[in-house]
């Protein structure tokens, strides 16, 4: 099995060596005959992996991750627990609590009042999987869905906790889950980045997000998740300058070309050439990255299913709906981040701006993905880095609460990927506050995508400042239970 | 035409085979490599050791399996604890050690390492522990923490070669393997390198006027005494002590709210220019706060504020601004990060490795983790001081005031453009003393043993007659028998202009790093710039003077084979300059950089949207408001450095993002940095301004894009040059027409002089630009 997976490897790479060879750019340079490589990685590693190539066959070739940055409260959404509403205005039984410490915004407040839900939920699908009627059109696929509602980190903020569950490491500096995936797994359209990163932000109480988060760490700066940004320039700098046509660009890198072709002579350096390639997969991205995106092309039933909002640019629907064109065309790793989940005060109002935001395209990129055959092989992931308390923050009354971070239990979403479909695992206590079956660390999640990609997550390692480094770190088991 | 093709296609797939063939080759050439006659342990075998065996079988105690350690003679030579008949190492006797017999037999349940651990000896290592247990296993302690003692120069063939001591060493190695040095390289291209190595700039017109005509003798030296003369050799300096440093202009942390830490920026780039020995630059960094009169080295009394200044070192570290942040988890933070640049940066270990468990390479105990840490442990400092706010936020206690008399006198290189009041986070100790646990695990709040300041012993014991602070620390530093602290600054300037450090693994000088390519040439210089004060500028000078040094860059087919990395050094430097450095050139060779030095940072030209795409919406910096005039065209080093949006053209170039200590930057090469050379309005704008100034001059086309050229590569083009470009140039007259070519001009808001003509200037912009695109222009060669 592992050499037919090389040798497909190989037959890919020579195949796209030879159609990029007959592309004929009209250039006479030494670049433009050189074999593509847009992302070419120069670190060789020192113990045998190869990098580009799984350890095993993999069940899924992407990911699309669907990052509800700030905590989306679980109470509000998946994880229905009816006996918080009996409990209203009770306090959290210590015994419940234990030792678990607390943010500075809540370790100080006299008492913990539990707060129930204040919207309803009901079960939806075969599975019959409890959602709240904040989204409906979630409810709609949840037979797609695998929902993990025992999730736990170990960072109490925002920021180590969301670097955490990208880099596997609290502190920053580290690659993050999309730029492991490019350095093991390569690239498989050469004219568009491996992993690609797009932004949007809903109304609610927002947290930053930071360019850390997709940043490639130690690995070759190849890995860097690209941000494409709503603006005309969907990659940075991407644009010619006005006034200059694509002949006229052309033109001047075949003068380039030709100027660096002398250099090469005189000096014999391989980087000149390497250099000369490069611009010409600059010239070739500035084709393609704009052909990709564009939605004009997607036909009505498809902009229907995503929400009028998928023409606005910097949307949730609108990213979604990018996220779907740029995996199809071959991006290993598109991560999304939804900012405003960050409910500590005025919830009830905040949660269902946001879940309007995002419930009804992150359904219809399940549906899309599926009518074209390609959920199998994508990883859909929905959720944030970390949960939100069953007490309220502030003061509780009859229509207003907040809830504080809590690390110690949240939910998340799977699909696709070779993920089971309408399946439930894991449970949290019935107030919703401790994981009372089958918990699931970050890494052991960061371990079963990786997993799921065709990747062992204590064999892709990188070794810097003489250590070996892991997206898990030195734990993480794969949850087999939730993989078909 | 279609002949030219089919040769290019030649030559191309003959460069890709030979671009794969010496890449397998390296790896290849290692495994064929001969097995020395007398087998070192530091050099051959504690690499194979450290690598392979050391998880199991090293430093770590929670981690050891069998009860053996490979890495501790003791240990190994031991009756084993689970076979008391046997023993790992018998001294002579390979086949009776089970180290030996272990790694060599085919019964895979009793092969080491593992084939699980994924780990695998070669048959080379194999070979070489045998015969190193064959001549009787002897150990050594590790190169790296024994003090260095200056070499003699090795005796060399070609003796007419060397300029300096540096070219005896760099020259036996090359004979050694049958390599010869490159010729000395032209002047202009040396020129070129010198300039962007001391300045970061290319060189002006005037002064390659005057190198090229000055033939005498000493025409090179005097102008590298010229160029180390100039303010612009502070910031080029400064430049990699800000990646050291982590600095930054926000606090990092979630909102990222905005800081003034630029007055410490400041004093580092007077003090390279002051050549302030590098004992003092680092003791006054380090302890200044508790240095007590100007000159002295402690004693009672209080900090002059420039001491005081300088400690900004140890506060440039991410600071949170996060509400609900427990004070503990963070202060504890901030003491780590101080505790492991102090390693990295300073030492050059991997201390860090030992904040949750002892070394698993390294001979760093947990406990002696906490003790370095202890010493950055009684700040008057918490974890979270305020939210985002206005400016009272933009410095955290302990913090100094900079007032406008200080910046008339003592702090007379802070370039405080304003009378608002100024604020720097600086160090400053508890009156009485925080008391240091070990974190069991790393874990902040799960306090082990209580320990006591103190240092690794395996490098240097800490003396009693040191004070237990900082000031001691400083002072433990710069004993003379420390055996890192000279090794490991000397390598990070030979990696400033060589490219690669002397050991490429410029922050782990320690087991898993690389050995030294040339191990006496790092201790010849390191006890020399001891012997010589600690003087910067005198190393610096040595090493741009040497013949190493000015060797040309041109490759042969014959080193690329045997040394494509150029460790050997048989060939001068080639590559890419850095980010900041990037802007700087294409400013100054435009004419539009802005020579002031120092000051808060600026905003320059960005795509739109980064900022507030990211943000939380709070604060200083949630928007991106440019900037204008001349604070447009300030140098690379002067961008403002939003931690969590670092300015996007500096990120595609690998600079730092700032978050921690780094003392070696990648050097990548990516299409998105054609991008930036093509199209970011700095570019654009510069090739404009630079075009514009030469259409008024009274010359011919090839007479300005001759002068276009010196300006931006350097050097005078070659004829075919200059034809390849004069067709362009001619080719775009015709081609643009008069709205294209007003579209063109539309960049950047440096002015236009109404007078010329609309289509040569942007034809002649255009071949600005092609030069500024060119592969030579951004490469030191």
């Known amino acids: 099995m592992e050499k037919e997976i090389l040798e497909h490897g190989l037959n890919f790479n020579r195949r796209r060596f030879l159609s990029r060879m007959s592309l004929g750019l009209g250039s006479v340079a030494l670049g433009s005959l050189l074999m593509p490589d847009l992302f070419r990685s120069s670190g060789a590693d020192e113990d045998g992996f190869t990098p580009g190539m799984p350890h095993f066959a993999p069940k899924a070739k992407r990911v699309i991750y669907l990052f509800q940055n700030g905590a989306p409260s679980q109470q509000e959404l998946f994880d229905y627990k009816p006996k918080l509403r009996e409990l209203m205005g009770q306090d959290l039984p210590p015994s419940v609590r234990g030792t678990q410490r607390l943010t500075g915004m809540t370790a100080n407040q006299k008492e913990f009042p539990l707060v129930g839900s204040f919207v309803d939920f009901k079960q939806y699908g075969e599975s019959r999987a409890w959602v709240s009627d904040l989204m409906p059109y979630t409810a709609g696929v949840v037979d797609d869905l695998c929902f993990v509602k025992s999730m736990y980190t170990e960072a109490i903020n925002h920021d180590p906790a969301l670097t955490f569950i990208q880099t596997g490491s609290q502190q920053g500096n580290r690659p993050s889950m999309g730029a492991w995936l490019s350095y093991g797994l390569g690239n498989e359209n050469k004219n568009l980045p491996a992993f690609t990163v797009l932004l949007s932000r809903g109304i609610g109480n927002g947290q930053g997000v930071y360019s850390k988060l997709w940043s490639n760490g130690f690995l070759d700066s190849v890995h860097q998740g690209v941000q494409f940004s709503k603006g005309e320039d969907p990659v940075l700098y991407l644009r010619d300058p006005e006034g200059m046509t694509r002949t006229e660009r052309r033109a001047m890198l075949d003068n380039l070309a030709q100027l660096n072709d002398l250099s090469y002579q005189e000096f014999g350096d391989p980087e000149i050439a390497a250099k000369v390639q490069q611009y010409e997969m600059a010239y070739r991205m500035q084709t393609a990255v704009p052909t990709v995106l564009d939605v004009s092309k997607e036909p009505d039933d498809i902009i229907k299913l995503y929400g009028p909002d998928c023409l606005v640019p910097g949307t949730f629907a609108a990213n979604c709906l990018m996220a779907r064109k740029l995996s199809e065309n071959g991006v290993r790793f598109v991560q999304l981040y939804h900012q405003g989940w960050d409910q500590h005060g005025n919830l009830p109002f905040e949660i269902a701006k946001q879940a309007k935001d995002v419930d009804q395209a992150s359904a219809a990129l399940i549906t899309d993905l599926k009518q074209r055959g390609l959920l199998d092989e994508t990883l859909v992931i929905w959720g944030g880095e970390f949960g939100r308390t069953s007490y309220t923050q502030g003061k509780l009354t009859k229509d207003n609460y907040g809830r504080d971070h809590h690390p110690r239990c949240f939910t998340i979403w799977m699909a696709g990927g070779g993920i089971k479909p309408g399946i439930v695992y894991g449970e949290t206590d019935e107030m919703g506050y401790n994981i009372a079956q089958n918990p699931v660390h970050v890494h052991d999640f960061q371990a079963t995508v990786l997993n799921q990609l065709g990747l062992n997550h204590e064999k892709l390692v990188f070794k810097y400042q003489g250590r070996r480094f892991r997206l898990t770190d030195v734990s993480g088991k794969v949850i087999h239970d939730i993989i078909a | ?741 007003e579209k063109a001009l539309a960049v950047g808001e440096y002015p236009i002089p109404k007078t010329l003509d609309k289509v040569q200037l942007a034809a002649m912009m255009r071949i600005v630009s092609t030069i500024y695109n060119l592969e030579e222009t951004i490469t030191k060669s």
């Open chain 2, 1 to 741: 035409m279609k002949r030219l093709s089919y040769y290019l296609l030649a030559l191309t797939l003959a460069i890709l085979g030979f671009m794969q063939s010496c890449a397998k080759q390296s790896s290849s050439l290692a495994d064929n490599e001969k097995i020395p006659e007398v087998v070192s342990y530091n050099f051959d075998i504690r690499p194979i050791l450290s690598d392979k065996c050391s998880t199991c079988h090293g430093p770590d105690a929670n981690k050891r399996e069998a009860g053996l350690r490979l890495d501790d003679p003791e240990s190994a030579f031991r009756a084993l604890k689970e076979h008391p008949t046997a023993h790992a190492l018998v001294a002579g006797k390979p086949e009776l050690s089970e180290v030996f017999r272990r790694i060599s037999t085919p019964d895979t349940s009793l092969l080491m390492p593992p084939p699980n651990s994924g780990l695998k000896l070669s048959a080379r290592e194999i070979n070489l522990i045998e015969k190193w247990i064959k001549q009787g296993a002897t150990y050594e302690k590790h190169w790296a923490f024994v003090a260095p003692k200056a070499p003699k120069l090795p005796a060399v063939d070609q003796d007419k070669w060397p300029k300096n001591e540096i070219d005896y060493f760099i020259l036996q190695k090359m004979e050694d393997k049958g390599l010869k040095p490159n010729e000395e390289a032209d002047k202009e291209r040396l020129l070129k390198r010198l300039s962007l190595d001391l300045t970061g700039l290319p060189p002006d017109l005037p002064l390659m006027d005057a190198f090229m005509a000055d033939n005498s003798p000493n025409a090179y030296g005097k102008v590298v005494d010229a160029l180390l003369k100039r303010p612009a050799y502070g910031e080029k300096m400064a430049l990699h002590w800000l990646d050291v440093a982590r600095y930054a202009d926000s606090h990092g942390y979630q909102d990222d709210g905005y800081r003034t830490q630029w007055p410490w920026r400041d004093w580092v780039i007077n003090a390279y220019n002051k050549n302030l020995p590098y004992a003092e630059f680092v003791t006054k960094q380090l302890a200044g706060d508790l240095m007590a009169d100007p000159n002295g080295w402690g004693g009672p009394g209080t900090p002059t504020k420039e001491q005081l200044l300088a400690t900004g070192f140890n506060r440039n570290h991410k600071i949170t601004e996060e509400g609900g942040t427990i004070q503990e988890e963070y202060r504890a933070m901030y003491v780590t990060d101080r505790t492991d640049m102090f390693g990295k940066g300073l030492m050059g270990i991997t201390m860090e490795c030992a904040h949750c468990h002892d070394h698993k390479y390294d001979p760093f105990s947990q406990k002696e983790y906490y003790k370095l840490f202890a010493f950055f442990n009684n700040v008057k400092e918490v974890g979270m001081e305020s939210v985002i706010g206005g400016p009272n936020t933009y410095a955290k206690k302990p913090l100094m005031e900079i007032c406008d008399e200080d910046v008339q006198g003592i702090l007379s290189f802070v370039n405080k453009l304003d009378t608002n009041r100024l604020i720097v986070s600086v160090m400053g100790d508890l009156d009485t003393t925080r008391s240091t646990f070990i974190f069991n695990r790393g874990v902040y709040d799960d306090h082990g043993d209580e320990v006591q300041p103190g240092t690794p012993a395996s490098i240097l014991p800490f003396s009693d007659k040191y004070p237990k602070n900082r000031l001691g620390l400083a002072k433990w530093m710069f004993d003379r028998k420390n055996p890192l602290t000279a090794r490991v600054y000397v390598n990070q300037l030979w990696q400033e202009f060589f490219g690669t450090g002397i050991i490429r693994t410029a922050g782990d000088f320690g087991m898993q790093g690389e050995l030294p390519s040339h191990p006496e040439l790092l201790d010849w210089l390191a006890v020399d710039f001891m012997n010589h004060g600690w003087n910067i500028k005198r190393l610096v000078k040595q090493m741009v003077t040497s013949a190493t040094y000015r060797q040309s860059a041109v490759v042969s087919k014959e080193k690329l084979q045997t040394d494509p990395n150029n460790r050997l050094l048989a060939r001068g430097p080639r590559y890419r300059i850095e980010a900041e450095f990037v802007r700087d050139l294409v400013l100054s060779s435009s004419g539009l950089l802005n020579r002031r030095i120092g000051g808060p940072s600026v905003k320059p030209y960005q795509p739109p949207g980064l900022w507030e795409g990211a943000t939380s919406g709070r604060g200083l910096l949630s928007m991106y408001v440019q900037d204008h005039g001349d604070k447009l065209y300030r140098r690379g080093m002067y961008t403002l450095i939003k931690r969590t949006v670092p300015p996007p053209s500096m990120a595609i170039f690998d600079a730092s993002n700032r978050d921690l200590c780094e003392v070696r930057r990648l050097k990548t090469n990516t299409p998105l940095q054609a991008l930036v050379m093509l199209n970011d309005p700095t570019v654009l704008e510069a090739s404009r301004v630079l075009a514009a100034k030469l259409l008024q001059e009274k010359s011919g086309t090839e007479a300005k894009i001759n002068k276009a050229f010196r300006l931006i590569v350097a050097r005078k083009p070659t004829e075919k040059e200059v034809a390849v470009l004069s067709e362009y140039y001619r080719s775009e007259l015709k081609n643009l027409t008069r709205p294209h070519a």
